[in-house]
């Protein structure tokens, strides 16, 4: 059984960071994409910046020069580093890996709640 669980969400002030950390409990077998979404107050979730096992490939337009995923695989975690953040930032963050072929086998943590506000 895989587990996602995230942390790293809170209150940040306009102009202000935050990093977001994503656990991955259990073993992944095979290639998966490590993954971030988000989704504001009203809106369909989206999907924020992938991490293949050839690096990041992609951004969403919205987060490009604000946001870097990377992984660290000692720990088995992923993360979000988001900088100069703006208050259309505020949404729930949530950490997905996807395996790269079969899509269907994907595991979603709970989520983590950003706002950004002053």
């Known amino acids: 059984q895989v587990q996602l669980v995230e942390s790293g969400g809170g209150l940040v002030q306009p102009g202000g960071s935050a990093r977001l950390s994503c656990e991955i409990f259990?073993?992944?077998?095979?290639?998966?994409?490590r993954n971030w979404y988000r989704q504001a107050p009203g809106q369909h979730r989206e999907l924020v910046a992938v991490l293949a096992d050839v690096g990041p490939f992609y951004y969403a337009d919205s987060v490009k020069g604000g946001f870097t995923i990377s992984r660290d695989n000692d720990k088995h975690a992923i993360y979000l580093q988001m900088n100069d953040l703006k208050p259309e930032a505020t949404a729930v963050y949530y950490c997905?890996?996807?395996?790269?072929?079969?899509?269907?086998?994907?595991?979603w943590g709970h989520g983590t709640q950003v706002t950004v506000s002053s």
């Open positions: 259990g073993d992944l077998f095979g290639s998966y994409t």
């Open positions: 997905n890996v996807r395996h790269a072929i079969a899509h269907a086998l994907e595991y």
